[in-house]
């Protein structure tokens, strides 16, 4: 079993987390980065017009810098990003979208600032076709995520 960690982090939350499952399930790191960075007001969802209220309601793709080149080596992908408006951040989508990731296994988990994990499985599901999505956790902290892996 070859195992990849993708991850969205956008204040750095999730990236903890994904370092330790990474660590814990002796996998790849990879960081899922929008080509243009998030600035503080662009994650302002307060402000109506903020980059991130206009990518969601426009269901828009954000494109993502670099690349998992060896994709096709790992079998079981965990992908990891903080909860956006009760589900996965489009950039993640749009990362997904980019791969053949037919046969692999797919763990999802998220941090949040106090949703639940809600749908976020079902809503993964139309961006990796063929793909089986095992599991979404909502994890609280790196030792959480050691023990999710275990
Ligand atoms: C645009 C935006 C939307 C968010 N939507 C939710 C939400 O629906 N539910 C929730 O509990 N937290 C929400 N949050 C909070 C994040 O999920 C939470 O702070 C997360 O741990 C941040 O992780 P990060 O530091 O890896 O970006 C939102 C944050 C942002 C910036």
Not at 88 to 95: D, E, G, I, R
Request: hydrophobic share 40%.
């Amino acid at each position: 079993m070859k195992a990849l960690v993708a991850y969205f982090s956008a204040s750095g939350v999730t990236a903890k987390v994904a370092q330790a499952v990474a660590e814990t399930a002796g996998a790849g790191l990879f960081e899922i980065k929008p080509e243009k960075p998030y600035s503080d007001a662009d994650l302002n969802w307060r402000n109506p017009l903020a980059r991130c209220n206009r990518e969601k309601l426009g269901g828009k793709d954000v494109p993502v810098t670099g690349r998992v080149e060896n994709m096709a080596e790992y079998d079981t992908l965990y992908v990891g990003f903080p909860i956006w408006y009760g589900c996965a951040p489009n950039v993640v989508n749009t990362f997904l979208k980019g791969y053949d990731l037919s046969g692999k296994k797919i763990y999802a988990f998220a941090t949040s600032g106090g949703s639940g994990i809600g749908k976020t499985a079902e809503k993964l599901k139309p961006y990796v076709p063929g793909a089986e999505v095992v599991e979404a956790k909502l994890l609280h902290s790196a030792d959480e995520a050691r023990a999710w892996v275990k």
